[in-house]
């Protein structure tokens, strides 16, 4: 177990070896958080969420059931009903799912995820491609990764622009849903 103050509220995680970073909270992750500007209301899917740390911390912070945690690995989202538990809320959405296979939810206003980018590009692209199809019109997209041209150039192709925010060689990338249709077909 471990505990995090982080932007004034107090966390604490049961985790597992097997699990992205088990000893404590990634960098990456909280520098995505501390780039991500949700309210009060937004429905926000945490996309890939381990064992829970970003969709916990908003539950946390907003207490509003518009929380959602998916994860391809059955033992994560264990992992992360646990920990909703460990930091007393009980108002969160899980979904073991591979991608967005197994949720039916759309009109989010925040999808946030650090994917697993050492891999291939594969897992990411279908995050992003299909993540779009799931916001709102103004939803947004957060995503942290240690690289940076293949995402900077696939946000830019499905969105029409990323913003991107650097820090010990990490990149959170922000791209937002201006309309219903893929900025590479707006084009034709």
Not at 57 to 75: E, L, T, V
Request: proline fraction near 3%.
């Amino acid at each position: 177990m471990y505990k995090i103050f982080f932007n004034e509220t107090e966390l604490q995680f049961e985790t597992l070896p097997s699990l992205f970073s088990p000893k404590n909270a990634d960098s990456g992750t909280l520098l995505m958080l501390e780039n991500c500007i949700a309210e009060q209301n937004d429905k926000i899917l945490d996309l890939g969420c381990g064992y829970g740390l970003v969709g916990i911390y908003y539950a946390k912070i907003y207490g509003n059931k518009n929380i959602h945690m998916s994860d391809i690995d059955p033992f994560a989202i264990d992992m992360a009903q646990e920990n909703m538990r460990l930091n007393n809320l009980n108002n969160i959405n899980f979904y073991v799912s591979n991608a967005f296979d197994n949720i039916d939810q759309t009109d989010f206003d925040i999808i946030l995820s650090n994917p697993p980018y050492h891999a291939d590009f594969n897992i990411a692209k279908s995050f992003i491609e299909k993540g779009f199809n799931r916001l709102k019109v103004g939803g947004k997209f957060y995503m942290v990764t240690k690289r940076l041209d293949w995402y900077k150039n696939k946000f830019i192709s499905i969105f029409g622009g990323v913003k991107i925010t650097e820090k010990d060689g990490y990149y959170v990338f922000m791209s937002q849903k201006k309309s219903k249709k893929y900025a590479e077909k707006n084009k034709k």
